[in-house]
């Protein structure tokens, strides 16, 4: 085998292990992102159309994320500390 495949075949390898942990990450991202940003957008729109009980069960939710999700926010954003980014 010649050093290109060799090259190759280690490359390949690598990619196998890591584009699952990677696509996990970016799923968790978007997870949190979502959740932190989406809820108070959705009870807007759920209080002018008039469902004021949907709206404040959305507020309260994110409430409670805010205060309890505190663990996996700095799970996901661990890599942006240690980055100094």
């Known amino acids: ?9 280690s490359l390949f390898w690598r990619m196998l292990l890591f584009v699952p942990v ?6 968790a991202l978007a997870l949190v ?3 932190t940003v989406l809820p108070p957008i959705y009870s807007i729109i759920v209080l002018i159309e008039g469902r004021y009980l949907l709206g404040a069960l959305s507020l309260m939710l994110w409430a409670v994320w805010l205060l309890f999700g505190n663990r996996v926010r700095c799970l996901v954003f661990e890599g942006f500390r240690h980055g100094s980014l």
């Open 1 to 9: 085998m010649n050093q290109h495949a060799k090259g190759l075949l």
């Open 22 to 27: 990677g696509l996990i990450g970016l799923l």
């Open 33 to 35: 992102l979502g959740l």
